[in-house]
Nanobody, 127 residues
């Protein structure tokens, strides 16, 4: 049974930082890509960042490049999203996701590439 549990969300002022964690279990990690998506009120869920567990290749949405960093903690089976220089427009519920790499027709940026989702964690950035 696959479980993805996010933590680390909260309230922060613009320019501040937050570190989100996604604890994963029930996966054969080397076969998966781990992604972060976010959804603001009234908007579609959008891609933020992703990482291939096996080769640590990373992907970023343009607006977060240079501010966000996705990484993994192998020992803890955890994916981390370090968010710096936060802006009010980063306010959203952030979701962790896992998708199989093999025979994957969709890119890392497409939410259809992901099979499992966490429950989400709220990030609020005030101006």
């Amino acid at each position: 049974q696959v479980q993805l549990v996010e933590s680390g969300g909260g309230l922060v002022q613009a320019g501040g930082s937050l570190r989100l964690s996604c604890a994963a279990s029930g996966l054969r990690f080397s076969s998966y890509r781990m992604g972060w998506f976010r959804q603001a009120p009234g908007k579609e869920r959008e891609f933020v960042a992703a990482l291939n567990w096996s080769d640590i290749k990373t992907y970023y949405e343009d607006s977060v490049k240079g501010r966000f960093t996705v990484s993994r903690d192998n020992a803890k089976n955890t994916v981390i999203l370090q968010m710096n220089s936060l802006k009010p427009e980063d306010t959203a519920v952030y979701f962790c996701a896992a998708g199989r790499l093999e025979w994957q027709p969709y890119t890392a940026y497409d939410r259809r590439a992901y099979d499992y989702w966490g429950q989400g964690t709220q990030v609020t950035v005030t101006s």
